[in-house]
Each structure stands twice: as C-alpha cells, then as structure tokens.
C-alpha cells in the first residue's frame, strides 16, 4: 500500500494541474452521482473524503443545495485549488458584481486531515462519498471503521475506487524489463466487501466498470499519471529507475498499441455502497454474511425498495 505521506507529496505537486488532466476521474464522478438518483434520501450533512480539487464536493453541492458540505483531503494544496474552485457569489442577484468586487464565499467546509483520523464527532454525517480515494489508503480497515465512525446508523457510504486490472497493459510492460514494483497494487472489490463488514456496515453492493484511455505514445500513460499525483508510491523505494530501463518498458507497451495505432491504458473502477449498521460488530472473525454482489439492475432494484 501507498504510505501516506509519499501520497501527500505526490498529490500536492500535482494539484495545480490536476483538473486538466482529470478527465477519468470526472468521468467516475459523474457516475457515482447519478447512482444517487436511485436513493431516496435528503441528507443534512455529507462527506466527501478524498475530496482533491473538489470534483465531486461541486457535484454534492449541486444536487443537495441545503446540505452542509464537508471536504476532507490530505493534501492542503488540493484544498487550496477546491477553495478557489468552488467560490459563489455571497448575494447570488448580484452574481456577477459580487465575482468582480470579491464578495464571494466557498459554501464547502474544506479540512485538511487523514481519513483513517478524521476530526469529526460520532454519527454527525448522513452520507458520506469518496471518489477515486480508498486505493491510496495504507490502512483500508481504519480508514473503513472512521467512515464508519462518522455516519450515522443507517446513513450511506458510496464509493469508488480502482481495481486490481488498473494499468495492466503497464504492469504488463514493466514486467518485461524487471521484476521490481513499478505500479501500485489495487484491492479487489471482494476484499473490500469483506472490510466493509468488518467495520460495521451493511450489505456492501460492489460492481465493476472498466475505462480505457488512449494515447498516441506509451509515455503519455506516464505523464498522466504524473500530472494527476497517481505515480507509484511505496513504503520503501530504491533507487530510480534509469533512462534505459524506462525505455525498454515503452518499447515494451508497443505490444498493445491498437489497429487505429493508438496505445491504451485500463482503469478498472470499483463502484461500491454500503448502509451504515446499527451495530458495529468488530474483530476479524466477523462472519461474511451480507456481502452482496449484483448486476446494476439488481442494485437499483435494492434502492428503490429501500426508498420506498
């Protein structure tokens, strides 16, 4: 797993381009809310753990225009970019008057904090939402027991995260030139199933989707990844990685480039939510029941019942 202050530094030097190179995680965004119009539910106070730029906070704000917005990120710089992002005018009559003269406000409360430690008291969130953010955490099991922690019984945790198939076509490259570690190893949606039981919640829903980006050149997968702060980050690097050995991975990728010559990379993105329980039941001999995989049909099916 990532350590989390390799996570910080990576994402921090990357907040200021990050939106511009964000266009898988806008993509993801985007479905994680419109899973939120087959649940019944009028939140008063929401979470967004991992909030970054504030892709998906603007999207709570937006849908839920009553609620009190929380964004939590490691990154103060993240934050810094949201901060700016997510400024509305104070008097919204006077919208454009108020953006000239700097009368404006962010409507969003942005805390800088680790989401296995969050600042927040007991059961105080109704929903809680995380995009693209549970991958990089160094403990999923603490991490899961805090989102846990801060919702309310029977509140929702709705999620994202990446696969165990994410850039396999560059592991696959990689693992032509060394057997060392190049890219970060991602949960399977079983296993996070099994730690979302362990912390407390109910019925864990997981389903799969897989994207597929495509560049001119293999190094464009690279620069990407830069550009977003999603470049490996162990507990323990060695050394760096000389320009030979770099290049005899790109040469590597060629193997996958496609007939319109165009070279891909896979993101496998877990989509998962789970209800808080009433009960948290702790220990890791906790029994597996209610681990429920289903078709997307079938899940709205279960959230239309709930709503109803």
Request: hydrophobic share 45%; glycine share 8%; aromatic share 8%.
């Amino acid at each position: 797993m990532p350590h989390r202050h390799s996570v910080r530094q990576h994402f921090s030097r990357a907040a200021a381009r990050y939106d511009e190179a964000a266009v898988l995680q806008r993509a993801v965004a985007d479905h994680l809310d419109e899973r939120l119009d087959l649940v019944t539910l009028a939140p008063k106070r929401i979470l967004d753990v991992g909030a970054g730029t504030g892709i998906l906070t603007e999207k709570m704000l937006a849908r839920y225009p009553d609620a009190e917005v929380v964004a939590v990120d490691l990154s103060e710089a993240m934050l810094r970019w949201a901060h700016g992002k997510l400024q509305r005018p104070r008097w919204p009559l006077l919208g454009g008057l108020c953006e000239r003269l700097g009368w404006t406000r962010c409507p969003a409360q942005l805390v800088a904090a680790d989401a296995a430690r969050l600042p927040f008291a007991d059961g105080v969130f109704d929903l809680v939402v995380s995009n693209l953010m549970l991958q990089w955490c160094e403990d999923l099991d603490a991490v899961l027991r805090e989102l846990r922690r801060v919702l309310r019984p029977e509140g929702l945790l709705m999620f994202t995260s990446f696969g165990p198939d994410t850039l396999k076509e560059l592991r696959a490259a990689w693992a032509q030139v060394d057997s060392r570690e190049h890219v970060n190893t991602f949960i399977d949606m079983h296993d996070v199933g099994d730690a979302l039981i362990r912390a407390g919640f109910a019925q864990p829903v997981m389903d799969v989707e897989h994207f597929t980006l495509t560049y001119d050149v293999p190094m464009g997968v690279l620069q990407d990844l830069k550009a977003l702060g999603a470049t490996y980050a162990p507990n323990d690097r060695r050394g760096l990685t000389g320009k030979g050995t770099l290049q005899r991975m790109l040469e590597a990728y060629e193997v996958f480039r496609q007939p319109d010559g165009r070279v891909p990379a896979t993101y496998e993105v877990v989509h998962g939510h789970a209800w808080a329980g009433q009960e948290i039941i702790k220990g890791p001999n906790r029994p597996r029941d209610g681990v429920v995989e289903m078709t997307l049909d079938e899940f709205q099916a279960q959230l239309k019942r709930r709503g109803d």
